[in-house]
């Protein structure tokens, strides 16, 4: 079985901090993906990546950057972080046919 | 920009067919996928086509018209377990399940 692992379920932090977000696949997955879902929007694409060191644009960029040293790992960067990033990020990894979700994390900025 | 639309909430009992539609509005297309996300849960990967027809698995069938730009996914003999929000989305670059956007959800609810 695919495996996508993220390093924490819940986070908090305070306007300013940086956060990492950090995601693992087992696959040897080319392409990963990093969303966050807010209720009513579905999930919007903040980056993606389809090898190391490559990464594009996704729909909502700003306020975010990505970080894919090693294929299995794509880590997800918030250079200052803000009240209006409080969400549910989610991490997922390209298959065949689909993509595989890990298992989120809730990120809560006060 | 890309636009999909799908209903935001539907309730039925446990037995019945329920069918999810979504329309698109895309600057590419080159498929159509279903995912299932229960509450507290990830997505999970339900259906893909990238033809027109329909595609049949299970319980579960997705059909989609290029040419309409829409698309449905049918629950039938829905189960308690069905109940769970439903996300249709449009591949944007030419790989199954790649660059997918996606609609906002259609929250199920089965009840007894």
């Known amino acids: 079985d695919v495996k996508v692992t993220q390093s924490s379920r819940y986070l908090v932090k305070r306007t300013g901090e940086k956060v990492f977000l950090e995601c693992v696949q087992d696959?040897?997955?080319?392409?990963m993906f990093w969303y966050r879902q807010d209720p009513g929007l579905g999930l919007r694409l903040i980056y993606f990546?389809?090898?190391?060191?490559?990464?594009e644009k996704g729909d909502i960029p700003e306020g975010y950057s990505v970080s894919r040293e090693k294929k299995e790992r794509f880590s997800l960067i918030l250079e200052s972080a803000s009240t209006n990033q409080t969400s549910m990020y989610l991490c997922?990894?390209?298959?065949?046919?689909?993509?595989?979700f890990g298992p989120g994390t809730r990120l809560t900025v006060t | 920009g890309q636009s999909l639309e799908q209903p935001s909430e539907v309730t039925a009992v446990e037995g019945a067919i329920v069918q999810i539609n979504c329309t698109y509005q895309?600057?590419?297309?080159?498929?159509l996928s279903w995912y299932q996300q229960h509450d507290g849960g990830a997505p999970t990967f339900l259906s893909y086509?990238?033809?027109?027809g329909l595609e049949e698995t299970g319980r579960f069938s997705s059909f989609l018209s290029r040419s309409d730009s829409y698309g449905y996914l049918l629950l039938q003999e829905l189960q308690m377990k069905d109940s769970a929000s439903y996300f249709c989305?449009?591949?944007?670059?030419?790989?199954?399940?790649?660059?997918?956007?996606f609609g906002g959800g259609t929250r199920v609810l089965v009840k007894p």
């Open positions: 696959m040897d997955h080319e392409n």
């Open positions: 086509n990238a033809l027109d």
């Open positions: 989305a449009v591949s944007l670059i030419k790989a199954a399940g790649n660059k997918l956007t």
């Open positions: 997922a990894s390209l298959g065949p046919y689909e993509q595989y």
């Open positions: 895309t600057s590419g297309f080159y498929g």
């Open positions: 990546s389809y090898d190391v060191k490559m990464k």
